[in-house]
């Protein structure tokens, strides 16, 4: 029997991660295995991964060592950080150092580095049409990730930078869902004009992963772009309401709004939509749903996702 490369997964049990995960066991016939990283193996998803065929391994990218044992004898290792725990880009820059180490250290063959725009190369620090967040970041959770490559090619590792999109899912748990008007409408709300949004369901891109790493060499060294669809607010509100059988309205905000609105995380989001709105094209150019789907012939359109999801969605 030939061996299958195993895949090391950072966040296995979350949105990216588990994508990766059951898109590997799924293939039953393929080269591959899945190495499911947590930081809790006795969880009830840790466990679920284990009994659907995954090999479950402990580490948390605060600890190195533990990431370099994660990794050892991967062929292949996904890498994720997760800027909404935390909300420092400084962790999210020590989290990437820890799992650039780590793959060097295991010598592993290809590396995913999830990633996202430093904003910064188009919208610089002196721009002021946003404001500068926490001293020196335009998008704190964007910039962090792109800035991180760095750390990736510094090491000499065989890595693909795999720029991601706007979850879908961000309406089911990011607050960012249809809400009830005062006179009982439902509204999305977004600062996006009329601009297109690159979006994605968020499994799609564990799957489009695999994709990449069932290709073999064909993308170390590359930035590769995904997204399962483009859609402006009027659009995704209409398909919205398709879904859920009631009328859904959107409606825009200024981007200043948005960063007013009080959330944490809500400047850093409303810059980040100023980006998407006002270099929507680059951005959407840089996602080509088409090339999505020849690495993941299961993406889903938005309105594939909202058959399976519309009702999850939060109304209050
Ligand atoms: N929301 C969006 O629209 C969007 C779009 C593009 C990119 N992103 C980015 O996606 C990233 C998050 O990825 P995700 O959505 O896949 O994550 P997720 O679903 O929130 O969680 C992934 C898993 O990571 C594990 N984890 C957390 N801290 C860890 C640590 N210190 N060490 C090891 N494992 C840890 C947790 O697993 P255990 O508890 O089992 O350890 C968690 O279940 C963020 O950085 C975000 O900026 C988000």
Redesign the pocket.
Known sequence: MIEKKKIAV??S?????GGLVGAILSDKEGAFSARA????AR?D??LALAKAGAEVVS????DLESVKRAFDGAYGAYC??????HFSPEKEAAHATALAKAAKAAGVQHVIW?T?EDTRRWVPLSDNRMPTLMGKYKVP?FDAKGEAEHFFTDQGLPVTFLL????WD?FIH?GMGPKKSPEGNLVLTLPMGGKKLAGIA?EDIGKCAYGIFKRGKEFIGKTVGIAGEHLTGTQMASAMSRALGREVRYQDISCDAYRGLGFPGAEDLGNMFQFYKEFEQMFCERRDPGFSRSLNPELQTFAAWLSRNASRIPIA
């Open positions: 950072v966040g049990t979350g949105a990216q991660g990283i947590t930081r809790d969880s998803k840790a580490a948390d990218l605060n994720v950080t997760f800027y909404w725990d999830s996202l959770h991601t999109s706007f979850y961000n990011f968020s």
